[in-house]
């Protein structure tokens, strides 16, 4: 069996982030917006806001679990705190869903005031390659493993059932130093490679996210080639990134962008998962609980999935405050291993339930745990089904 296959049930996980608790927010918007700070303190906070987070993962029955990216204030601080090379923009627009912004655009501009960009502790700001990219997170890096590891041993798990989410190449800001995109991306790919590893190195599982490759498939500007080729870049600079890294130990997360809204402009799944499935990991996640995309499934009735890789499809959704129920979810399960074997399905989200740190996430942190349990209870459920 490969290293994440199931031997005798469904394992669950989920995709990382999870809402910050306040008090930490409250450290590191002062950390944020350079105002003075007690750094022993706030290093401390994340620590045991982790070891926190951990237990109540292992108590809802997640069988492989992360630290909730705690000490990320968001994707784009993220970037430009552990890479050399890039600059924020605040006076630059972000683009981002443009089709959908454009076909619904009373809601979204009610929904990035209200939700995705409401309440975060540092704005979201378009960041920008403005020269030679160099990994500089070892630090920031090696404290989320030395946290990580210390909550998932206090809690009684092992090594190889705890992850650490990484930004793909793809994610990584907007080139304006690099002459062609091919020579961005694999510079990005030889420098993340570093964080990768440091990753791995520690007995970890390493997550690459890349919810930036079904954007490809939506974008106004391009046509179907540009499309086709810009996807193949994409993949293309995510193995570089993985070089030297054995498959087995790596997850492959991708999504679409938005948590509640439309979802009429996003790529569906038959775009995106021939290119998914060159990416070497042992398992790969995408959303299939939400309305737009839950019959997919039947994608996999003609699709061959390489030996050993691991579905993990999501089975309760970042997008709403309904619970789903147990009985829903191992019908979801179930769906997927009769069509790519028992041991090759595991249980997880569409997405992250925070992926910048907000004071008020979309769906409320006491729904996510509950979310959790029932996750726990459907795997349970497919499991006898499927192992009787």
Known sequence: MALQQNTNRIQTTHIGSLPRPHDLLDLMRQKFAGKPYDEKALDGLI?????????????????????????????????????EGFEARPNQKLLIFQKEVAAFPAYYEQYFKEAMMGGT??????????????????????R???NIKAAAKAAGIPDEHVFLPATA????????????????????????????????????????????LPDIFVEPDLDEKQMKRRAEIYIEAANAALKGIP????RYHTCYGV????????????????????????SVSFEAANPRHEHEYHLFETIKV??????????????????EHPELIAERLIRFA??????????????????????????????IWEKFKAMREGADIATKKLWS
């Not at 990005?188 to 990768?196: H, R, T, W």
Request: glycine fraction near 8%.
């Open 47 to 83: 620590a045991k806001s982790v070891a926190d987070s951990v237990r109540k993962q292992v108590d809802c029955g997640i069988d492989i679990v992360t630290d909730g990216e705690f000490s990320k204030p968001g994707f784009f601080t993220y970037i430009r705190e552990r890479l």
């Open 121 to 142: 502790i540092v704005p979201i700001v378009p960041v920008v390659c403005t020269g030679p990219v160099k990994y500089r997170g070892e630090a920031a890096v090696q």
């Open 144 to 146: 989320d493993i030395k």
């Open 169 to 212: 190449p793809s994610g990584v800001g907007i080139n304006e130093y690099y002459k062609t995109e091919e020579e961005y991306f694999h510079a990005l790919a030889a420098e993340l490679n570093k964080e990768y590893k440091l990753i791995i190195d520690s007995g970890i599982l390493l997550q690459v996210d890349d919810p930036f």
């Open 247 to 250: 498959a087995e130990r790596v």
């Open 259 to 282: 948590n509640e809204g439309p979802r009429l402009y996003e790529a569906a799944l038959s775009e995106i998962i021939g290119y998914v499935l060159k990416v070497k990991a042992g």
């Open 306 to 323: 390489p030996d050993g890789m691991v579905l993990c499809p999501g089975v309760i959704t970042h997008a709403s405050n309904i619970v």
């Open 338 to 367: 009769k069509l790519v074997g028992r041991e090759n399905v595991m249980a997880g989200a569409d997405c992250g339930f925070s992926s910048q740190a907000l004071y008020k996430t979309e769906v409320h942190d006491t729904v």
